[in-house]
């Protein structure tokens, strides 16, 4: 073996075998020592090849360059099986289930196919291969959101230097979606259990136990999984209040939950839960094709429900109708996983509130709740609006003295405008020849008064003289919030009635009031030229 001494600090540079290549030897910034073939036969560059690992160490020991970015640099080096291979092993540590690992890793794998490096990953290429999807909105959103996680633990394991996906936005699931779950009302899953109880094997699973299946769903909001894990010893209830027990290792949000439930629920179970093995599941026979065994009772809970009745016309009307059915004429269709939503919308149509109605669907966010999981119809939203108060003018009473407050004299409009008589419009007109009396000094108050006082002989319009009288006089009443003077109120005011009226007393009653009030102006300026005249003489 040839060797070369070279100075202290610079490294040796040396063969192993006659006509071989270069190798050189360095010690690092951590103080090990290094050896690397330099792949050459070439002296010089062997030289710098050593001279520039020797430099490096140099920058390293003192700080010029950061280590992190010798691991950058190797885990960019890697194949990206590789670092797929970890991300799986660190979902399988956190617990999550195997179906879902499966799910996530070939999402990743198919958007990423063709990628050898890490560095590599571009958020363009990903936004394309997403847009090549045939596929919905919802489902493009669940490959973003796999190859974003993916991105977001690779930075985080510090095998990038940034998180090249960060800002990619989601898709709107609602604008395109496919595929939406409908809820079932109370009568629907009542019609249903009724139907599974009393309905043949299905795949293995008896009618007495998709019964209770159905049930303990509709009941807790249990999903698929967490029910395929209920043991004997999950079922409390005998407590108060009777609940159900889902262990955090089945539990979707790994926590454990004690979902309590109804008094019915409980002394259904509770014959049916006698002679079962404490440690054997007690939906074991639950077939994996959740949704065609559903859908199998719901058909046979509709059929009875039709043959219920012999008239044939109400027989084609409930075939047509969307009570029992599979799906709607919004395209919303029942399933399995459906018995949760329904849970949930039920409880929010109970008037639970949201902080309820989280809770026991056992969700983070109760946008999820109410946004997801929640479905109500337009009767729903319809009976809501029966809480407001009506704005027809068909009103009760007391809504109608309420609203025709005027805050000025407390009295209802019509009062004050009556279409038939005239009497309390002329009244108005009176009072306020009273009240300019004494606030103006009009030049024919006193004889205004005069009138008004002879044409309301009636006990009627006294009254009614009175009461507005005492509202003028009394400004300052409770519950008054302007001021009573009909001067700001501005009444109409009809001076032809007066007129007529003058008439009337002086012996014009039998004319009509065209014909009194042409007289009346007559004798008014026979009796002005006599005065001059008396003034003369």
Not at 407 to 436: F, M, N, S, V, W
Request: aromatic fraction near 6%; charged fraction near 35%.
């Amino acid at each position: 073996m040839a060797r070369r001494q070279r100075s202290r600090g610079s490294g040796t540079l040396f063969k192993r075998t006659t006509g071989g290549p270069w190798r050189v030897s360095w010690f690092g910034a951590d103080g090990k020592r290094r050896e690397k073939s330099t792949r050459t036969t070439d002296r010089a560059a062997a030289e710098r090849i050593l001279s520039k690992h020797v430099a490096d160490t140099a920058l390293r020991r003192d700080g010029v360059i950061d280590a992190r970015t010798d691991r950058y640099t190797a885990e960019g080096r890697r194949p990206l099986a590789e670092h797929l291979a970890n991300w799986r092993a660190s979902l399988e540590s956190r617990g999550v289930t195997g179906k879902q690992v499966a799910t996530l890793t070939m999402r990743v794998a198919a958007l990423l196919a063709g990628v050898e490096r890490l560095q590599d990953i571009t958020a363009s290429d990903v936004q394309a291969r997403i847009g090549e999807l045939q596929a919905s909105a919802q489902t493009r959103q669940h490959y973003l959101r796999a190859v974003k996680q993916f991105s977001r633990w690779a930075f985080r394991d510090g095998r990038t230097r940034a998180d090249a996906l960060a800002h990619l936005s989601g898709y709107n699931a609602d604008a395109d979606r496919r595929y939406e779950r409908r809820a079932l009302d109370a009568d629907e899953l009542a019609r249903l259990i009724a139907a599974a109880e009393a309905g043949p094997t299905w795949h293995g699973m008896s009618g007495p136990d998709r019964a209770r299946l159905y049930f303990v769903a509709a009941s807790t909001g249990f999903r698929a999984g967490e029910l395929r894990s209920l043991t004997p010893a999950s079922f409390q209830i005998d407590d108060d209040p009777p609940a159900i027990v889902l262990q955090a290792a089945n539990s979707k949000r790994r926590r454990e939950d004690r979902q309590p439930i109804r008094r019915d629920l409980a002394d259904a179970l509770r014959t049916w839960l006698v002679n079962r093995p404490d440690a054997e599941p007690v939906f074991a026979s639950m077939p994996e094709r959740t949704a065609e065994m559903f859908r199998s009772d719901l058909r046979r809970a509709k059929a009875a429900w039709i043959r219920e009745t012999a008239n044939r016309a109400e027989r084609r009307r409930r075939r047509d109708d969307e009570f029992l059915s599979v799906d709607d004429a919004a395209g919303r269709v029942a399933d399995f996983h459906g018995l949760r939503t329904s849970y949930i919308t039920l409880l929010v149509k109970s008037g639970a509130s949201v902080k309820v109605a989280q809770t026991l669907a056992r969700h983070s966010d109760p946008s999820l709740t109410l946004n997801t999981y929640t479905r109500l119809g337009v009767h729903d939203l319809a009976g809501a609006l029966d809480a407001l108060p009506t704005l027809t003018p068909d009103r009760t009473e007391s809504e109608r003295a309420a609203a025709l407050r005027t805050g000025t004299d407390d009295r209802p409009i019509g009062d004050a405008h009556d279409a038939k008589t005239g009497d309390a419009r002329y009244q108005q007109y009176c009072q306020q020849l009273r009240r300019e009396s004494v606030h103006s000094g009009a030049t024919r108050r006193d004889e205004n008064e005069r009138d008004c006082e002879l044409t309301t002989g009636r006990e009627s319009l006294k009254n009614k003289g009175k009461t507005l009288q005492n509202a003028d006089e009394t400004s300052n009443a409770p519950e008054r919030i302007r001021t009573s003077d009909l001067r700001f109120r501005k009444p109409l005011l009809y001076p032809a009635e007066l007129r007529a009226h003058r008439a009337a007393r002086r012996g014009f009653s039998g004319l009509s009031p065209k014909r009194a009030r042409l007289h009346a102006r007559r004798e008014s300026d026979a009796s002005r030229r006599r005065g001059k005249g008396g003034e003369r003489a």
